[in-house]
């Protein structure tokens, strides 16, 4: 054991690279053009068929990326990059021993979450998504994962620590808003099968079989990030063989897995302002105040003007973004506006969403994250009220770790961009961007040779960089990690959530 609206086709000219599984093997193919929406599901479909880890590795890698732009190869907003045994950061100790690991993700690649008046003319599919269900019946007939899934079956249960601080016109097809895609669900198998392969197989942290002693799951009760946890299982642990009884020989009923929900209204696995009225007021107040936030504003205002010509309405820069990407990530034409550009004949001038359009507003999104979860005049207490309960239950999860008080090895929280940015922000990470599809964070406590405890944070396969340079999360003494979280632990929640600023808010009853 290891120690350790369609525009016309002649148009459509952004090329993109596809991976096509034929009977020949993999092949790489470059199309000057963008695919019919279908594509992306038809190809993902042969790779479903005939699956490989490395065709499904390179899909999932590829898609979103376009060779005529210049490549970020540590940043892919339609991919976030796994663990894999090759690159991930061991500790320079050899004697050292991992002891506990807390996942947090974001889900997988969703539809938008919200519907424009361009977006009526497009297609989702998400029907075939029950064909990898995680609780469905398989066969080997049938079965066409390269993970052997139906020994699990889930169940969705609400529980309430008692730490918890507030215990008092669509689109074609077949998705809802913010739905998770086939795609996304087998991203979410594949960052699995890739833990697996390093907490099992190399490592030899976790159990070869799944243990429900040895796992907890928490997800916000939200459909996209259950399916994704689920399915994170289904690639660590959907392997299994089903256990036979010893006295007759049946097969013994399949394991247990128990996805830990709580209401919104108490959730605290995003920054939850309904529940605190005050994080809202103060994260109002800051954006209004910060010279970065006014900047952006100012040094925008012509092409905020311009989406909302192309796009037929007013967002965020991350509405915009919610609109655009999805169908990056897809290979999906982007939105196409025609007007009349004033002159006699009868042509109508048409204007269309490109993919410096979507880089832009991807630079704009960052830019507003960074301030607005790290570096903003005082965010620090927003912190406080928005992701002090969750770093608290961290510092939990590691403090029991530690003593022996618990069996958990695995904690896994399944939730949303808005998890991870705020954790970031927590951590003072020296990387803001916008957390891709299927972002992982890993939290690890090891003992050294020497008996002495550290956290390692890994981030999209990488150790976090902080801007201040606080701890090296490659290696951070525990009792100084737990401190930095103690610092946005707050001893009355829910009296300090009911605050408010009388010049600037309404009050609260």
Not at 125 to 144: H, I, M, R, V, Y
Not at 226 to 235: I, R, T, V, Y
Not at 440 to 453: A, C, D, I, P, T
Request: net charge negative; aromatic share 8%.
């Amino acid at each position: 054991m290891p120690a350790y609206h369609h525009p016309p086709a002649h148009r459509l000219t952004v090329p993109l690279v596809l991976l096509l599984l034929t009977a020949g093997g993999l092949v790489l193919t470059s199309i000057r053009s963008y695919p019919t929406p279908q594509t992306i599901n038809d190809t993902l479909q042969k790779v479903l068929d005939r699956p490989t880890q490395t065709s499904l590795n390179d899909l999932f890698d590829t898609i979103g990326s376009h060779p005529d732009r210049e490549s970020t190869a540590d940043y892919n907003y339609c991919q976030a990059r796994r663990p894999d045994t090759e690159t991930y950061p061991y500790p320079k100790d050899k004697d050292a021993k991992l002891v506990n690991s807390q996942l947090f993700v974001r889900h997988g690649d969703r539809t938008p979450i919200t519907v424009l008046p361009l977006d009526l003319d497009l297609t989702w599919e998400c029907a075939n998504l029950s064909a990898f269900s995680f609780t469905g019946p398989a066969t080997d007939q049938d079965e066409k994962s390269p993970f052997r899934y139906a020994n699990v079956v889930t169940h969705q249960v609400v529980t309430i620590p008692p730490q918890s601080p507030w215990t008092h016109q669509m689109w074609h097809g077949s998705c809802i808003t913010g739905q998770l895609t086939p795609l996304g669900a087998w991203q979410h198998r594949v960052l699995g099968a890739a833990l697996r392969d390093l907490y099992v197989d190399h490592l030899r942290f976790l159990p070869p079989t799944f243990d429900p002693e040895t796992v907890y799951i928490r997800s916000t009760d939200v459909w996209r990030t259950k399916q994704s946890a689920e399915n994170l299982m289904a690639g660590l642990y959907g392997n299994q063989k089903t256990a036979k009884s010893s006295d007759d020989d049946t097969v013994a009923p399949p394991p247990v897995l128990q996805i830990h929900t709580l209401p919104v209204e108490m959730d605290y696995l995003t920054m939850n302002g309904g529940a605190c009225p005050r994080m809202n007021q103060l994260r109002s107040q800051i954006e209004k105040a910060s010279p970065v936030m006014k900047k952006l504003y100012e040094d925008n205002v012509d092409f905020n003007n311009e989406l909302k010509t192309l796009l037929g309405a007013e967002r965020t820069w991350s509405g915009y973004m919610d609109t655009i990407m999805p169908r990056v990530c897809h290979g999906k034409p982007l939105q196409c506006r025609r007007s009349d550009d004033g002159d006699d004949d009868d042509d109508e001038k048409e204007e269309c969403v490109t993919l410096d359009t979507a880089s832009k507003i991807l630079d704009n999104v960052a830019t507003q994250t960074t301030e607005m979860y790290r570096d903003a005049e005082g965010i620090f207490e927003v912190l406080q009220l928005g992701i002090g309960p969750l770093a608290q239950e961290i510092k939990r999860n590691l403090v029991a770790a530690k003593d022996g008080a618990t069996k958990v090895l695995l904690n896994l929280y399944s939730g949303h961009d808005t998890t991870l940015s705020p954790l970031l922000g927590m951590l003072d990470s020296a990387d803001m961007r916008w957390p891709p599809y299927a972002s992982n964070m890993l939290v690890e406590l090891w003992k050294s040779g020497s008996g002495e405890h550290f956290v390692r944070v890994i981030y999209n396969h990488k150790v976090v960089e902080t801007k201040s340079k606080w701890c090296d999360l490659s290696w951070c003494p525990l009792d100084k990690f737990t401190a930095h979280l103690d610092r946005f632990y707050v001893s009355d929640l829910l009296k300090e959530c009911q605050k408010q600023d009388l010049k600037h808010g309404k009050k609260i009853e």
